[in-house]
């Protein structure tokens, strides 16, 4: 069966697992403890993401899903930027606002101030999410690499045989030399 968005969310829903981290890293999160528990509660996720063969495509949603909350925050980054280099030229380079019509000056500043507002609450409000994925991604990792010494554990070890001139009874050692 091919993997898509609904197979996810029917044995990972994404959305429940980002507010109950976002309430573990407040400390207000009543299902969980504290970040360890809620950990654990993604492992045994990824344990059976792992056991119906999804996982690799689990992974690769997550990453895209993070590249794509990275954008964005480096979008709205960039955005607040530009806004406020605007504003702060037009406000200083004008001196007819303040002259003329306080009222305009403190509309100007007012907008100014709420779309500054609306930017960086966009930011706030994407933070949490790479910072999810990247705990998921980083779990994920760890999964694999348990996985990993699990199965190299069990793994036939090779000998490596010596060549004849570094054996112990060959002519050109020390203790052979007269």
């Not at 056991?51 to 709205?76: A, G, W």
């Not at 100014?112 to 994920?140: Q, R």
Request: overall charge positive.
């Amino acid at each position: 069966m091919p993997f898509t968005e609904d197979t996810l969310e029917k044995s990972f829903d994404i959305d429940a697992e980002l507010k109950y981290y976002k309430k573990v890293c407040k400390g207000k999160c009543k299902q969980y403890k504290d970040y360890v528990e809620w950990r654990s509660h993604i492992e045994h996720c990824v344990t059976n993401l792992n056991e119906k063969m999804e996982l690799p495509n689990f992974k690769h949603q997550c990453t895209i899903q993070k590249r794509r909350s990275q954008y964005l925050l480096d979008v709205s980054g960039n955005l607040f930027v530009a806004l406020a280099i605007c504003e702060m030229s037009i406000v200083l380079g004008n001196p007819i606002y303040a002259e003329n019509s306080t009222m305009g000056t403190v509309l100007w500043i007012t907008l100014s101030c709420e779309v500054i507002i609306f930017v960086m609450g966009f930011y706030y409000k994407n933070s949490p999410s790479i910072n999810f994925y990247t705990d998921i991604l980083d779990i994920i990792e760890d999964y694999e690499n348990k996985e990993n010494q699990k199965t190299s554990l069990y793994a036939p070890i090779k000998i490596r045989r010596r060549r004849r001139s570094q054996s112990c009874h060959s002519p050109k050692t020390p203790l052979n030399r007269r």
